[in-house]
C-alpha cells in the first residue's frame, strides 16, 4: 500500500461559498487535517452486478407502469470510470438520480410547480464492466429552479454517486449538458474555481452512440483518486 | 516546454443536494419498487462475530440545527479488524448507509465493535468507524472517524489522536456509550463543538 495521490483542494470546491447560501452554515471553518492513509482509508465496499435489478439501469422504464415509459428526450449516458493515473475502474458501483423531464424531483420537499411524471422515478444504478465502461439510458432532465436568490435556475444535470476500491476515492458530483447555459450562470456549478474544472463535468454530444429513432447519447467519463506509484517504500514513520 | 504528464485530474466535486435520498435511499424517500431495499441498511447479515452495538448520532449545522437532509456513510473493520472483501467476516459488510430519521434526522447503524487495524508502520490504531458525510451545502464529502470514549488506553496509543495539534478538540471524535451496547456520536459542521474532519 502506497496511499493515494493527496486531493487537491485548490480543484475541488472550497467549503464555504457563500453564493450558495446553504454551504455558509453548513461548512467545516478549521482545516480539515492530513493523515496517511491506513487500511481503513485504501479499502472499500464491495458491490457486485449480481446484485442489480434487470431495470436498475433504465430509468426510462425502471419506475414506468407495464407497457408505459417515462417522458421526455430519449438518452444514453455512457462513459468510463478512471483514476488519476488513468487506470480504468472496473466492478464499481455507480448511482445516479435526477429530476424528470420537466425539472421535478420525485420529492416530498420539492416545491416547484412543474408536474410529476408518473413514469418516472428518478433514480438507477450501474456497475462498470471489466475495463471500468458503464452505460444507462434515461430521459434528459429539465433545468429547475431553486432557492437560492430568486433568480438561481439549476442547468440540466444528472447527480452521480461513485464508490471506486477504495474509501478514500468516494465522490459524489453532478454531469451537465454540453451547450447548457445555465451551467454558467449557477452558483452550484461556480462552487468549482475553475473553468477547466467546470468543463470537465460537462457531458459531450456523442452522435456515435445514438440510437436511430430512439435515443441521442451523451459522453461522461469519471475520475476518482488514483494511488501513488512506486516501488520505494513509505517512510517508516509515514509523517 | 516540458514532457506532459500523464496524470488525470479528480473530477471534482458537486453537492449531493437536497434530494439526495432519491439516489441513495429511494425506498426511504417512498419511491418504492425499483430496488428491493436500499442499500446499506444493513451491516450485519448473518452470525457475525463480536459485539454488536448501536451509533446513533445527529449531524448539526453552525446555527445548531439537525439535518434532516443528510446522507450519512460509515466504513468499518470488522472485530477481529478485517475488512470485508480482504478476508473479513462474511457476515458482516463493514458499510453502512443512512438518511436519519424523517422527523429528527438522527442516524442509527446496528454493527459491530470493531477490532483493531494496523497503522502503516505496523502500530495499531484505537478501534474506529470511518465516517462520510454528504449534504445539500456540503461541496466536498467530509470525512471524519468516531473512536470509543471507553477505550482510554488504545485511544491514548493511537497514531491520529496521540499526534492531533488540538488536542482539546479529541473529544469531538469520541462516541459516548450509552448503555446497552448503544454508542452516541454527533457531528457538528460548524462551531465551538466542530467535529475535527479529515484530508485523507
Ligand atoms: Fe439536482
Given at each position: 500500500m502506497t496511499g493515494f495521490i493527496p486531493r487537491d483542494r485548490r480543484w475541488h470546491p472550497p467549503a464555504l461559498t457563500p453564493g450558495y447560501k446553504t454551504s455558509v452554515k453548513r461548512s467545516p471553518s478549521f482545516a480539515p487535517l492530513s493523515f496517511p492513509t491506513s487500511p481503513s482509508e485504501e479499502s472499500g465496499p464491495v458491490f457486485r452486478d449480481?446484485?442489480?435489478?434487470?431495470?436498475?439501469?433504465d430509468l426510462i422504464h425502471n419506475f414506468a407502469k407495464p407497457g408505459e415509459s417515462a417522458v421526455g428526450p430519449r438518452i444514453i449516458v455512457h462513459g468510463r470510470v478512471l483514476d488519476e493515473c488513468g487506470r480504468p475502474v472496473p466492478n464499481t458501483l455507480v448511482e445516479v438520480w435526477q429530476a424528470n423531464a420537466g425539472g421535478r424531483y420525485r420529492h416530498k420537499k420539492e416545491s416547484y410547480l412543474a408536474p410529476l411524471d408518473?413514469?418516472?422515478?428518478?433514480c438507477g444504478r450501474v456497475v462498470t464492466d471489466e475495463h471500468g465502461f458503464y452505460e444507462f439510458r434515461t430521459i434528459q432532465p429539465g433545468p429547475y429552479p431553486w432557492p437560492n436568490t430568486m433568480a438561481d435556475w439549476r442547468p440540466a444535470h444528472i447527480h452521480f454517486s461513485v464508490f471506486g476500491h477504495s474509501f478514500a476515492q468516494r465522490l459524489i458530483t453532478q454531469m451537465y449538458f454540453e451547450g447548457d447555459p445555465l451551467i454558467w450562470k449557477c452558483p452550484i456549478v461556480d462552487t468549482i474555481p475553475s473553468r477547466a474544472g467546470i468543463e470537465s463535468l460537462v457531458a459531450a454530444l456523442d452522435m456515435s452512440r445514438a440510437i436511430p429513432m430512439d435515443s441521442l447519447a451523451y459522453k461522461f467519463d469519471i475520475v476518482l483518486r488514483g494511488r501513488r506509484q512506486t516501488h520505494f517504500e513509505n517512510r517508516p514513520e509515514g509523517l | 516546454m516540458v514532457q506532459k504528464l500523464d496524470i488525470l485530474r479528480e473530477s471534482p466535486s458537486q453537492t449531493a443536494g437536497p434530494y439526495v435520498h432519491i439516489g441513495c435511499t429511494p425506498n426511504f424517500s417512498g419511491i418504492t419498487g425499483i430496488y428491493p431495499e436500499d442499500l446499506?441498511?444493513?451491516?450485519?447479515?448473518?452470525?457475525?462475530a463480536g459485539e454488536r452495538i448501536t451509533i446513533k448520532g445527529t449531524v448539526h449545522d453552525g446555527a445548531g440545527t439537525a439535518l434532516r437532509d443528510a446522507l450519512v456513510e460509515v466504513w468499518q473493520a470488522d472485530a477481529a479488524g478485517k475488512f470485508a472483501g480482504q478476508g473479513g467476516d462474511a457476515a458482516f459488510t463493514g458499510w453502512g448507509r443512512s438518511a436519519g430519521d424523517m422527523a429528527t434526522g438522527e442516524f442509527t447503524f446496528e454493527t459491530v465493535k470493531p477490532g483493531a487495524v494496523s497503522w502503516p508502520d505496523g502500530r495499531k490504531q484505537a478501534p474506529h468507524v470511518t465516517f462520510w458525510i454528504v449534504a445539500r451545502g456540503i461541496n466536498l464529502g467530509l470525512h471524519t472517524r468516531m473512536y470509543f470514549a471507553d477505550e482510554d488506553a488504545a485511544n491514548a496509543q493511537d497514531p491520529i489522536l496521540s499526534r492531533?495539534?488540538?488536542?482539546?478538540?479529541?473529544?469531538?471524535l469520541l462516541a459516548q456509550p450509552e448503555g446497552n451496547g448503544v454508542y452516541r456520536f454527533d457531528i457538528h459542521l460548524q462551531g465551538a463543538q466542530e467535529t475535527i474532519f479529515f484530508d485523507i
Amino acid at each position: 500500500m502506497t496511499g493515494f495521490i493527496p486531493r487537491d483542494r485548490r480543484w475541488h470546491p472550497p467549503a464555504l461559498t457563500p453564493g450558495y447560501k446553504t454551504s455558509v452554515k453548513r461548512s467545516p471553518s478549521f482545516a480539515p487535517l492530513s493523515f496517511p492513509t491506513s487500511p481503513s482509508e485504501e479499502s472499500g465496499p464491495v458491490f457486485r452486478d449480481d446484485m442489480l435489478g434487470p431495470q436498475d439501469g433504465d430509468l426510462i422504464h425502471n419506475f414506468a407502469k407495464p407497457g408505459e415509459s417515462a417522458v421526455g428526450p430519449r438518452i444514453i449516458v455512457h462513459g468510463r470510470v478512471l483514476d488519476e493515473c488513468g487506470r480504468p475502474v472496473p466492478n464499481t458501483l455507480v448511482e445516479v438520480w435526477q429530476a424528470n423531464a420537466g425539472g421535478r424531483y420525485r420529492h416530498k420537499k420539492e416545491s416547484y410547480l412543474a408536474p410529476l411524471d408518473p413514469n418516472f422515478g428518478g433514480c438507477g444504478r450501474v456497475v462498470t464492466d471489466e475495463h471500468g465502461f458503464y452505460e444507462f439510458r434515461t430521459i434528459q432532465p429539465g433545468p429547475y429552479p431553486w432557492p437560492n436568490t430568486m433568480a438561481d435556475w439549476r442547468p440540466a444535470h444528472i447527480h452521480f454517486s461513485v464508490f471506486g476500491h477504495s474509501f478514500a476515492q468516494r465522490l459524489i458530483t453532478q454531469m451537465y449538458f454540453e451547450g447548457d447555459p445555465l451551467i454558467w450562470k449557477c452558483p452550484i456549478v461556480d462552487t468549482i474555481p475553475s473553468r477547466a474544472g467546470i468543463e470537465s463535468l460537462v457531458a459531450a454530444l456523442d452522435m456515435s452512440r445514438a440510437i436511430p429513432m430512439d435515443s441521442l447519447a451523451y459522453k461522461f467519463d469519471i475520475v476518482l483518486r488514483g494511488r501513488r506509484q512506486t516501488h520505494f517504500e513509505n517512510r517508516p514513520e509515514g509523517l | 516546454m516540458v514532457q506532459k504528464l500523464d496524470i488525470l485530474r479528480e473530477s471534482p466535486s458537486q453537492t449531493a443536494g437536497p434530494y439526495v435520498h432519491i439516489g441513495c435511499t429511494p425506498n426511504f424517500s417512498g419511491i418504492t419498487g425499483i430496488y428491493p431495499e436500499d442499500l446499506g441498511t444493513r451491516m450485519i447479515t448473518g452470525d457475525a462475530a463480536g459485539e454488536r452495538i448501536t451509533i446513533k448520532g445527529t449531524v448539526h449545522d453552525g446555527a445548531g440545527t439537525a439535518l434532516r437532509d443528510a446522507l450519512v456513510e460509515v466504513w468499518q473493520a470488522d472485530a477481529a479488524g478485517k475488512f470485508a472483501g480482504q478476508g473479513g467476516d462474511a457476515a458482516f459488510t463493514g458499510w453502512g448507509r443512512s438518511a436519519g430519521d424523517m422527523a429528527t434526522g438522527e442516524f442509527t447503524f446496528e454493527t459491530v465493535k470493531p477490532g483493531a487495524v494496523s497503522w502503516p508502520d505496523g502500530r495499531k490504531q484505537a478501534p474506529h468507524v470511518t465516517f462520510w458525510i454528504v449534504a445539500r451545502g456540503i461541496n466536498l464529502g467530509l470525512h471524519t472517524r468516531m473512536y470509543f470514549a471507553d477505550e482510554d488506553a488504545a485511544n491514548a496509543q493511537d497514531p491520529i489522536l496521540s499526534r492531533l495539534e488540538h488536542s482539546q478538540r479529541i473529544p469531538t471524535l469520541l462516541a459516548q456509550p450509552e448503555g446497552n451496547g448503544v454508542y452516541r456520536f454527533d457531528i457538528h459542521l460548524q462551531g465551538a463543538q466542530e467535529t475535527i474532519f479529515f484530508d485523507i
